[in-house]
């Protein structure tokens, strides 16, 4: 493993600031822009279909892109159809609708190809074009060649004001809580802002670091968790301060501020179904000639009493995912870099240096499944990420090959039975 070449999975016409996976429609929504600069780089949100092609290897097109005229969208929530949408201060929120239109003829694949934006057409007529054309001749069979082409329907939905810093405001963070009943942003003025959803009713607005707000996170049972620039990493009971974390007792001889706080996230326990973690993200707060390691730090989640802490590389990490069911973590490094961890022990499983020409700034794992069709093929995990250099890239990592565990038991057996015979030659009489 080290510095490798990763095959582009999607290449977009502006910097890629987030990605999300929606699991119920099968959608890969990413976003970003150039901002209100005119240069010409558009903003836009990006919907891809992807595709397993074989048991490794992934392709994604183009459904459809939705333009936010002179704002880019920075960082995003999904959840239930709607896209929550961190663009400069506010907070906008829009609905999605994937659907698939069936048709018949030659008149409908005429409107397919007329609509290239919206969707790709996949023919299915046995071995397709002419030769379904033909066995349908041959057999009798009158019906006319079938086509369907998938299409995306965006529709604004609200705003909300998410960061008032007088200065260039800016959302940092956008999260649905878990049951989707609330919605919490974080932004540089360090107030959280949490409202009910789908109503928008503001519930809390508080301020929870000094300076920018980092990374924010809510587990089961609205457990909240705040990342500032501040050094603090803070646990909320509503609005009230509940006790600040302090990964760095973990380690000897490591001072308060050394580090900071990067990024948070929660994630279940494969096979305990109660089991709840918490994992951090810590970097160097000044950078030396030596560069010193970044630390990953696991939880537990429920008395937020630190597990385990172990470093992650000098690179400094710019972002964090864990997977849906907890197994692994995902590190991109503000040198382009990706890398795969196993959450029980934080040990590295995958890693590609500079996989992109700078930044990663989102990650995203697929789930077990899309629309309920496996989209791991045979790999134990893959992992999405997206960079400023407009590139969308996969990273998949094959499943392991194991013995099964009669085999084991049987070479273990004869082992036992050899070394039984040995000590009988040698030493005659021993049994």
Known sequence: MGKRRIPDLYRAP??????????KTGLVITAGGGGASKTGIKNAVHFLDLQLVGEHQYNASLLHAHDT?????????????????GQDGTCCLMTFKHCTQKGRGKAFAKDVGNSVQQGSARRRAGKGGKGGQDGSAASGDKSELKDETASVSVTALAEVQSDLNHQDPLQKVVRFSPDLSLLLTGGTDGHIRIWEFPSLKKKFDFKAHEGEIEDLDMGPGNKLVTVGRDFACSVWSGSQLAMNLKWYETLPQMTEKTYRYMACRFGKVEDQKAGLRLYTVQIPH????????CYLTKWDGKSFLPM??????????????????????????VTGSVAIYIAFSLQKLYYVQESHGIVVTDLAFLPDSLKSKNIKGNN?????????DSRCQVHAVPNRRSFPIWLVLFFCGLMVVGVILLLQYLFPGFI
């Open 14 to 23: 502006f910097p890629l600031y987030s990605i999300k996976v929606d699991s």
């Open 69 to 85: 005229d002179t704002r880019a969208t920075m960082n995003m929530a999904v959840g239930d159809g709607v896209i929550a949408a």
């Open 286 to 293: 000044k950078r030396d000639r030596k560069p010193p390691p």
């Open 308 to 333: 385990l802490t172990a470093p992650c590389g000098t690179e400094v990490i710019s972002s964090l995912a864990v997977s849906d069911s907890g197994t692994f973590l995902g590190l991109g490094t």
């Open 380 to 388: 134990e995990t893959a992992l999405l990420s997206v960079a400023v």
